[in-house]
């Protein structure tokens, strides 16, 4: 999805890791969805020995433990544009690679021939994922995994609230008109798979539960308040329904669907 406005780069301003609370935000991103991509990737088959790569990798966690996974013959490259999380952790077995996906050149990206490549919640926020997808596809070696994970707004038709549902729809609104994303892209899950030729291809949803006191809640808490003024201005909910969607998504009692993480995945050909 494209806009006639000028949008900016996710994380070069809004959930940068520079932003107070973006450490801590991140971090949850991991707390929320990890087991669920541990169980997808899991379900394609034993790791070990072989050459895995996490695109949009963030602090690390994916990484760590596919570098678990793939044991001392195996290799576990990590890719972001911003490593520092990623130096920061300096997990065991994980070796970092600074890099955009989306606009470096093939020199200065990892040499392709993986046998796993993941990216969890970075075609969404990436303007020409459409072009990114068949990239990585690329990458892969003879028979390889390409395993990607994104949003898509389940809250917005499963919450019983008013406010939490105008909220939703605002942020995934304020995401177009700011960053350029779209959490509308994994709807389309799978055919951009087997569209880039793709075999086996195949899907999954996890909806994780937002819950007081949860890591959900607090990740969505942070969320929707980094982005407050922004949504706001998309004149899809006021001040003080927001304060009232953020104050209900926190309540003790409170039992809500969260976002749902579709995941897609296919192999390349033998």
Same mark, same amino acid.
């Given at each position: ?37 541990? %169980? ?9 020995? %072989? ?24 290799? @576990? ?87 939490? %549902? ?67 201005? @998309?004149?899809?909910?006021?001040? @003080? ?30």
């Amino acid at each position: 999805m494209t806009t006639d406005v000028e949008t900016e780069e996710y994380g070069s301003r809004l959930y940068g890791f520079d932003q107070p609370l973006e450490r801590e935000r991140i971090g949850l991103i991991g707390d929320v969805f990890d087991a669920f991509t541990r %169980r997808r990737i899991t379900d394609l088959g034993p790791l070990a020995g %072989r050459r895995c790569l996490d695109v949009g990798a963030g602090p690390g966690t994916v990484a760590a433990w596919l570098a678990g996974q793939v044991g001392p013959d195996g290799e @576990t490259t990590a890719l972001d544009r911003d490593t520092s999380l990623l130096r920061e952790a300096a997990h065991p077995g994980v070796r970092i690679w600074q890099a955009d996906v989306h606009t470096a050149t093939d020199a200065e990206l990892p040499p392709p021939g993986f046998d796993l490549i993941h990216a969890r919640l970075t075609l969404c926020h990436l303007p020409r994922r459409e072009e990114v997808l068949p990239r990585l596809v690329s990458w892969l070696a003879p028979g390889g995994h390409l395993i990607v994970s994104d949003v898509i707004n389940t809250m917005a038709a499963a919450s019983p609230h008013p406010a939490v %549902r105008a909220l939703t729809r605002a942020y995934d609104q304020a995401l177009v008109t700011t960053l350029d994303s779209d959490l509308n892209y994994a709807r389309t899950y799978p055919t951009p798979l087997t569209d880039a030729g793709l075999n086996d291809v195949d899907m999954a949803a996890d909806t994780p539960l937002v819950r007081a006191d949860s890591h959900t809640a607090r990740f969505w808490e942070l969320t929707f308040s980094a982005m407050r003024t922004e949504i706001l201005a @998309t004149g899809l909910i006021g001040a @003080t329904d927001f304060t009232a969607a953020i104050n209900h998504l926190t309540a003790p009692g409170t039992h809500e669907l969260g976002y749902t993480l579709v995941t897609a995945w296919g192999r390349s050909a033998l």
